[in-house]
């Protein structure tokens, strides 16, 4: 079971990290982070870095691809080799999957046309110029296409699929085992809910 992250410089670490610390528990796990070139590749925020274990040209197959966000996802939509990677591997997975505006770049590779998806609510706009219709859930499946909203909905979407792949049983232990139990202490995790003040503050901060 080959699980492959492709990784970027701006790519959003939860993104990654969530689905990672689900999806390294399936049986027989052989988890690659791949970049560019190997080695360190720093995050959305400049202050976070992963450890790619293999250039995208080492890479030819994965049974899951898991394509993160974040800004270094925006800027990659217009990066012919990288999203002509996206494409190779998508031809021979089991499953491909987006967190957040990873998506935009499943997009961008003409993967998502005609189809239903989710992502981050900033992004819905650029997905439909995709072709695919934004759905507002937190996980969209659409026959091997799996695709998440923002950052931590990657949790959600990675446990779907260890039921799909390893059955519940497993999945609810893996979901046991990361003591996953979200009680947020606030009710404005999505941009419907959210109070108006909230989203003034981000607006803000941009």
Not at 98 to 115: D, F, I, Q, R
Request: net charge negative.
């Amino acid at each position: 079971m080959r699980i492959v992250f492709p990784i970027f410089d701006g790519f959003t670490a939860l993104d990654a990290v969530g689905p990672y610390e689900v999806l390294r528990m399936l049986p027989e796990a052989d988890v690659v982070f791949a970049a560019r070139t190997p080695g360190p590749v720093t995050d959305g925020a400049g202050l976070l870095t992963l450890t790619a274990t293999a250039a995208f040209t080492e890479v030819e197959t994965a049974d899951v691809l898991v394509v993160p966000g974040g800004p270094g996802a925006r800027r990659g939509l217009a990066d012919e080799a990288l999203l002509d990677w996206i494409r190779r591997i998508d031809a021979g997975t089991r499953w491909t999957t987006s967190v957040c505006t990873g998506s935009l770049l499943l997009g961008a590779a003409g993967l998502l046309k005609g189809l239903s998806a989710t992502t981050h609510w900033s992004a819905v706009d650029l997905l439909e110029s995709y072709g695919a219709t934004y759905t507002a859930e937190r996980v969209v499946t659409q026959g091997k296409i799996v695709t998440a909203a923002g950052v931590s909905s990657g949790i959600d979407m990675a446990l779907r699929l260890a039921d799909l792949i390893a059955g519940r049983v497993a999945a609810e232990a893996f979901q046991l085992a990361i003591e996953y139990d979200p009680q947020p202490p606030f009710d404005a995790g999505s941009f419907a809910k959210a109070p108006q003040a909230a989203k003034d503050y981000l607006k803000a901060a941009r």
